[in-house]
């Protein structure tokens, strides 16, 4: 396999910009196809974005013989669904976060990936960011000492800034999500807790819904104890003021701190000899990077940047998060 045809399920929010673009830029890949239940939708996307194809029916997308990739980002309740499906199909699949909706859908996911030849990656995409990898080059190297605890702190007020906002939020629907704001943007901070830390040891917390704004829980706190003995502390809260809103995350060391937002673009790195803030340009698409690292993978030219088995330790430190 030389050029990576893909055939996008789900041509949503998520993919007008920050994937849907990149598959057309990135070397050796094409999209040539998307599907959307809402026809008239997936046909405007098709003309908006120049794709030749446009399908209602998932099915009749995985029939297209010029496609050898599927990119699944359905909301998370069918995309254990499709998966089975492209494994079946024997379609290489990149699929969105969270990667189901609890671990169980995920272990799954990943027994079928074992029982085909096919190739799978989860798309948590800040581990092939410039800005991350920078951090992680900070950690590895030793620039704060010993990593002793972290703190994660990510408040929202009950309509995120971070989020889409769409006619019929799914993100807060659990049937649809698994559960809240928390399920949507915390893979990104848990997973790449693990991209810096390694193998957790122990993980629990608890959610709750204090708003009562719809059936999904809105505050949730855990910590994570990693195998190296870094403990994570992580609060995530959904119904705050707008004058609380915050995205922080802090590492701190035996010899000073690495500060930084998830959805920003500056670490600021302090130690004995430094007090230094570093500042990265936004991308434009904020994928791009990830699925360069996919097609490589997809073509033998490069590991897995997120493999399903690392997918399946997120959503049981979720699910242990939320009491699921």
Request: charged share 20%.
């Amino acid at each position: 396999m030389n050029n990576i045809n893909w055939g996008i399920i789900g041509c949503g929010d998520v993919t007008e910009i920050k994937s849907g673009p990149a598959f057309n830029k990135v070397p050796g890949s094409k999209l040539i196809a998307v599907m959307r239940r809402n026809a008239e939708k997936a046909a405007d996307y098709a003309r908006r974005h120049g794709v030749g194809k446009w399908y209602a029916d998932a099915n009749e997308l995985m029939n297209n013989a010029e496609i050898n990739a599927i990119y699944i980002a359905t909301p998370p309740a069918s995309h254990l669904e499709y998966a089975l499906t492209a494994l079946q199909k024997g379609f290489n699949v990149y699929v969105e976060k969270p990667v189901t909706l609890n671990a169980d859908e995920a272990r799954e996911m990943a027994e079928a990936v074992k029982q085909t030849n096919c190739r799978l990656t989860v798309a948590h995409y800040r581990r092939a960011q410039p800005m991350f990898l920078f951090i992680k080059d900070l950690i590895n190297k030793g620039a704060i000492g010993e990593i002793r605890t972290v703190q994660i702190k990510l408040w929202q007020n009950a309509k995120p800034a971070l989020v889409p906002d769409v006619e019929d939020n799914w993100r807060v629907n659990p049937v649809l999500s698994g559960g809240g704001y928390f399920h949507d943007l915390a893979p990104h901070q848990l997973d790449q807790m693990l991209f810096y830390f390694g193998e957790p040891e122990y993980y629990s917390g608890y959610s709750l819904n204090q708003s009562g704004l719809n059936t999904a829980d809105d505050h949730v706190a855990g910590h994570i104890i990693f195998k190296n003995k870094v403990a994570v502390n992580g609060s995530w809260c959904f119904n705050v003021a707008e004058s609380e809103v915050t995205d922080q995350c802090e590492i701190i060391g035996t010899k000073g701190s690495i500060r930084f937002p998830f959805f920003g673009h500056t670490v600021s790195c302090k130690n004995e000899t430094e007090d230094k803030t570093t500042t990265f340009a936004p991308l434009q698409h904020v994928q791009q990077p990830m699925i360069e690292k996919v097609v490589d993978y997809f073509n033998d030219n490069g590991p897995n940047p997120c493999s399903i088995e690392e997918a399946v330790i997120v959503m049981k430190i979720m699910d242990a998060f939320t009491s699921r």
